[in-house]
């Protein structure tokens, strides 16, 4: 378990630094750098290269970059140049707008998505199990993005149940994480699906049956239990494919998150802040694929023994 | 679970299954037509109606569908600065198929070749491979694109590069995982023996076996490929406004949605049907080539 647990650890560590290098190769690639950004087109020849210097571009690559892992690991990533302020700092302001959201998310994907499952994988091949087959695959082509522009047009502006925009109350939440959800529920529902048909054909199902359960009570007691561990397994795996979502998600609704504020921030060209919102990101990612990886390995031994070879 | 999950839990073997007989079902045509309609589009519409994305015709914007302009009958309306919605449609067609094929291509050559060449040798090449796909993995490839495209000089080719640098990692691990088991059989060891190199027998003897799961894995591919670049384009990161796509139009419409509703809904329209038909494809491919009981 241990060496389980440190090899997914060293591959966390790995993928961080992978993400760090990437962006620091991206943002040197990029056209203008930090100081002609901040300084905008109107700053003189002198004035950029004095800017440049305070903030070390003018040294050579290796040293720039070695610096760069410093601040990485101090978690300092410098002053956002639109904010004046640190990066870090307007990050983490942003981060509990984008936990509410994916977390909302979260919970509604998989409230439908077992009872979903449930429904399809109770009676395989049946018609409805073949509908709930065809609706949660178009749920998981959906373009994300315009559903939700769908959703602004009928609940905000035909029908004004819900407002369009905006963040802080319950009704604000609603249309976002609904939308964030939707490809999300197909998968835990497919994932529901498969597990319940295969759990009908075990023996203990005929037990319970024999015994004289009612069918709800054979589901819900027995079949249902058992085919929860995918289910735990892909949402936690999936919460990178989730915080994707919910950075154009964000930007759709007006969602005070991080994810507006990396598109704002690439936007702007402030690499400070898009910076500190990936390596942040990344550290989500990391540390809830890790629980997932334990709960896992705890619940099937079968993936601890792999791990091994 | 992701696609390559799926197509890895029951890798094919090298016998195909005999063809069984099938009830047919003349629905199931569906998707490979609309696929068919708008490839049709992508190719021949450009040629048949004349749209210039950066002219403007301030007298003819935000135009209800049916309407008549100077240049003929909008069908679709017009968008905020007087541009035909249904050309926006056809021309963001084109954008869609050529970025999708360009990154589908992209990282399906990557993905196969360093997959195959990392199954197929073990060792230090496939430790490399395998933790790059680990990270890979374990980070948003959407993000990274967003990173990548918005901070770039904008154009169609680092569109193309900003979605193919995650894409990739599906193909390989695919590849690699059905060319381990492959490689433990019998004719390749007989090719071995036979004294036929790597590379050759990599090429003749293995990547034939990979064939029937990549093209199912790069029709999902091309799905997600569309879908991303389209949100790209809807996030203004993307291509440059004088080329044509979904995306962008449906960002167009946004301000304009209580009015003139045409604007963002035609594109999205058009966009969610090609996604949900390459995915229908897809999903019957893959269940084909994973042998799984329908």
Known sequence: MTYFIVKRLAIGLLTIWGVVTAVFIVVRLAPGDQATVALGPDASAA?????????????????????????????????????GRPAMD???????????????????????????????GKKPGSGLDRAVSTVTLGMQALPPFWVGIMFILIFALQLQVLPSAGGGSLANLVLPAVTLAIPFTALVARMTRSGVAETMSEAFVQTARSKGLTETQVLTGHVVKNSLIPVVTVVGLQVG?????????????????LGSLLVSAVGNRDYAVVQAATVLIALCVIVLNLAADIINAKLDPRIRLEARR | MTQ????????????????????????????????????????????????????????????PPGSATESGTAWLGTDAVGRDVLAQVVYGARTSFIIGIAVVTACGLIGVVLGALAGYSGGLPDAAVSRTIDVLMAFPGILLAIVIAGLLERGMHVVIIALSVGGWVGFARL??????????????????????????TLKRHIVPFLTGSVVALATIELASAVLSEAALSFLGLGLPPHIVSWGQAIAGGREHLATAWWITVFPGIALTVLVVCIGLVGDRLTRRFTRKRD
């Open chain 2, 175 to 200: 590849s690699r995982s059905i060319t381990m088991s492959t490689r433990e059989r019998d004719w390749v060891d007989a090719a071995r023996i036979m004294g036929v190199s790597k590379a050759a």
């Open chain 2, 4 to 63: 390559s999950d799926i197509l890895l839990t029951e890798a094919p073997g090298p016998v195909a299954p005999p063809a069984r007989r099938r009830r047919r079902r003349p629905l199931a045509a569906i998707p490979y037509v609309i696929i068919g309609l708008y490839v049709l589009a992508a190719t021949i519409g450009p040629l048949l109606i004349d749209y210039d994305p950066v002219a403007t015709e301030v007298t003819e914007r935000l135009l």
């Open chain 1, 241 to 257: 494919t989730l915080l994707g979502g919910a950075v154009i998600i964000e930007t759709v609704f007006a969602w005070p998150g």
């Open chain 1, 90 to 120: 307007q990050v983490l302001e942003r981060f509990p707008a984008t936990a509410e959201l994916t977390l909302a998310a979260t919970v509604i994907a998989i409230v439908a998505g077992l009872i979903l499952g449930v429904i399809a």
């Open chain 1, 47 to 83: 004035e950029v290269a004095a800017l440049r210097h305070t903030l070390g571009l003018d040294q050579p690559l290796l040293v720039q970059y070695l610096s760069y892992l410093g601040d990485v690991v101090r978690l300092d990533f410098g002053d956002s140049y639109r904010f």
